[in-house]
């Protein structure tokens, strides 16, 4: 009985862990696809400028291993919170909120990032895209603000 119990909350466990994985599989693919053009066009832009250097291209690496930490971060908030929730008999529609808002915001730093690369490179880019990147991120970053001055104040 006991073994049938453990099996029981094992599959359990790895159902609702592939759900919520096939929700932020999108997210997740396009993260990892701009963090690697965001590399190559980091490494075409120090060439073109003769600043090539394998130190700032490990630092680049693990500064992308470190994003998908704070994704990892972000999920793990997200399973603690439902979890917690769900202890008290309130049950969360939408069980990815922080990893995806990680996701997200990390996919537009990167964008940028690869803006400014292409700029170093000097690929002439229309101003049109990168004020929109640029309000986009100052968005994101406004909404954010707003919802943890919303926070702060209900805990005063």
């Known amino acids: 009985m006991e073994k049938r119990a453990l099996q029981a909350v094992f599959s359990a466990a790895v159902s609702a862990f592939s759900v919520y994985f096939n929700q932020m599989a999108v997210p997740l693919a396009v993260l990892v696809i ?19 250097s394998s130190r700032k291209g490990m630092v680049g690496i ?9 994704v990892a971060a972000g999920m793990g908030i997200d399973w603690l919170l439902c979890t917690g929730l769900a202890q008290v008999g309130i049950v969360m529609n939408y069980s990815i909120m922080f990893g ?45 603000d707003d919802d943890n001055a919303g926070h702060d104040e209900k805990s005063a």
């Open 34 to 52: 701009m963090m690697i053009i965001d590399y190559v066009s980091g490494m075409t832009a120090a060439y073109i400028n003769s600043e090539l």
């Open 62 to 70: 693990v500064k992308k291993i470190s994003y998908l930490f704070a």
């Open 100 to 144: 995806n808002l990680v996701t997200v915001w990390l996919v537009i730093n990167e964008l940028i990032s690869i803006l400014e690369n292409l700029s170093k490179a000097e690929v002439p880019l229309p101003d049109f895209l990168v004020r929109f990147v640029r309000r986009l991120k100052m968005t994101v970053d406004k909404k954010l």
